[in-house]
């Protein structure tokens, strides 16, 4: 008789899955963040310099926050990254201008982001059964795929009947709630002790593979969380809500449906369709010319995403030092806001100089260029094992 499956859905990974879900809420209404800009007298390429900031910032706190991780644990990073948060969101209510202020806000929401969800999913993956581990990498990732739908859809009602004001005053409500449920958290049994630290993860050749694919993966997406809000606007068609209510419905029906299929067929043999859909969607996107086009790329960027992410996680966990698990994953989020912060400015500068579609054409030809390379270096470092 066969062995029933390990429980996924305990209390801690709820109650995590909940403060990762109300963090995402809180910041994901900054979907919005570049028609305020606009309004400000930011370009696009400014508009890429801001949304950066933010990502360089993250990178910037990911190996403190992995060493606070593996030396005094997964929590006092959880807690204090939701105390930056919420100081953040407060003091986008005093930006009215562009200048020195609004990186600095920016890059605060950045310290509190690289810190909180490095953090979130080293806790998360501390507590899933290993035996499932890809599949509750994935559910675990609803709860940030989520914010992305309703974030944005929360802003197109809120500034439907309100201002960019109400809408950073929302944001602060969420963030409060966040910090409020992460206090019951309690911190995850640790078994390993002694890692070697942020750096040594970074070198280890067998996860370079995932850095570089991963860094690719989000300076494709850059074109669409940087510059999203000024192709609807300039084109005419559906909203920054409706296309990530199809990304991130599409990634959350992957995940909690067929959560299992990388698992069952082998992660590799789902990955290399997934930056596929990442590249399609991109297509999609410079050839979209009504509401229909913008949601089949929402689908596709989420069917994408929704497989990729919790892949590369994965593989992250399983390779790493079992003592430097947080460290390992603090880059490996880190080198998503890497692609961004590369991303926003270049892809930006594309848009100025040949426009918003022939910016979407070139983020496509990234996740290509990169699960080729990828797939060679693979072959070749698992080979030297």
């Known amino acids: 008789m066969e062995a029933p499956r390990p429980r996924l859905w305990s209390v801690p990974f709820v109650l995590a899955f909940a403060v990762n879900f109300f963090h995402g809420l809180a910041l994901h209404g900054y979907l919005h963040l570049p028609g305020f800009l606009e309004e400000l007298g930011a370009g696009e390429t400014m508009v890429g310099l801001i949304f950066g900031t933010m990502s360089g910032a993250a990178i910037v706190i990911r190996p403190l926050a992995g ?39 920016r890059g605060l929401q950045g310290f509190a982001v690289g810190a909180l969800f490095s953090s979130l999913f080293t806790y998360a993956a501390d507590i899933v059964p290993p035996s499932r581990r890809t599949e509750g990498m ?22 439907a009947g309100g201002t960019y004001h109400d809408l950073f005053l929302v944001s602060v409500g969420i963030a409060v709630v966040a910090l409020v449920l992460s206090l019951p958290l309690r911190e995850p049994p640790r078994h390993a002790v002694g890692g070697a630290g942020f750096f040594a993860a970074l070198r280890q050749p067998d996860l370079m593979t995932i850095w570089f694919l991963g860094s690719a993966f989000a300076l494709a997406l850059a074109g669409i969380f940087s510059f999203l809000k000024p192709f609807t606007r300039a084109e005419g068609i559906g909203s920054v809500g409706m296309f990530f209510s199809y990304y991130a419905g599409t990634a959350v029906l992957a ?41 089949a790329a929402g689908v596709a960027a989420g069917l994408g995403h929704g497989y990729a992410f919790p892949i590369l996680s994965a593989i992250v966990v399983e390779r790493a ?10 880059l490996f989020t880190a080198v998503f806001d890497a692609g961004i912060v590369i991303g ?22 990234v996740p290509v260029i990169g699960a080729v390379i990828f797939a060679q270096w693979e072959r070749r470092v698992l080979n030297d094992r």
Do not use: K, Q
């Not at 005094?72 to 202020?101: E, Q």
């Not at 369709?273 to 297509?283: E, G």
């Not at 030092?321 to 603090?330: E, F, K």
């Open 138 to 159: 994935g559910a675990f990732g609803v709860s940030g795929m989520l914010p992305m739908a309703l974030g944005g859809l929360l802003g197109d009602r809120v500034l």
């Open 344 to 365: 926003s400015p270049v892809l930006g500068a594309v848009a100025e100089w040949r426009g918003l579609r022939v910016m979407y054409w070139v983020a496509a030809v």
């Open 67 to 105: 060493r606070v991780m593996d030396g005094s644990g997964r929590r006092v990073v959880i807690l204090a990254g939701g105390v930056v948060h919420l100081a953040a969101c407060l003091l986008y209510l005093t930006v009215d201008s562009i200048g020195p202020w609004v990186f600095f806000v």
């Open 321 to 330: 030092n079992p003592a430097d698990r947080g460290s390992a994953v603090s």
């Open 255 to 295: 995940r909690l449906l067929f959560g299992w299929v990388p698992d069952r067929f082998g992660p590799t043999r789902v990955l290399y369709p997934s930056m596929l859909a990442i590249s399609a969607s991109m297509v999609l996107l410079a050839l979209a010319r009504s509401e229909v086009g913008l949601a």
